[in-house]
């Protein structure tokens, strides 16, 4: 048997300390996510009319369905950039950890 999450994807910019993602992180933790990783990535897109390479922090957010508005008012609060990435899809999890993650983050 399995259960849902959520799953949130945002970025933000590499020129972040790996302290300041850390603490970016742990404030999404405290407001109700149960798990944030981080990578760094290589971004192109289009800004302005002109295309744009930089390197960001990609952050994968797992939420339950019960914090998800929480968190993406939590992260669209702190975010540094005008227009943050900010989406989310609805997964399938394990029993065990949708279970973790919705009582330990109540």
């Known amino acids: 048997m399995s259960g849902t999450l959520f799953i949130i994807q945002t970025t933000l910019p590499r020129s972040w300390k790996e302290f300041e993602v850390g603490s970016f992180s742990q ?4 407001s109700g996510a149960a798990c944030v990783q981080r990578n760094s990535i290589v971004s192109v897109y289009t800004w302005g009319g002109e295309i744009h390479s930089n390197s960001e922090w990609a952050l ?3 939420v339950s369905s019960a914090q998800l508005d929480h968190v993406l008012l939590k992260i669209e609060e702190l975010h540094p950039d005008e227009v943050p990435q900010l989406l989310h899809w609805e997964v399938q999890v394990s029993k065990g950890y949708g279970e973790w993650a919705r009582l330990e983050n109540k």
């Open 27 to 30: 404030l999404l933790v405290e």
């Open 60 to 62: 994968e957010i797992k």
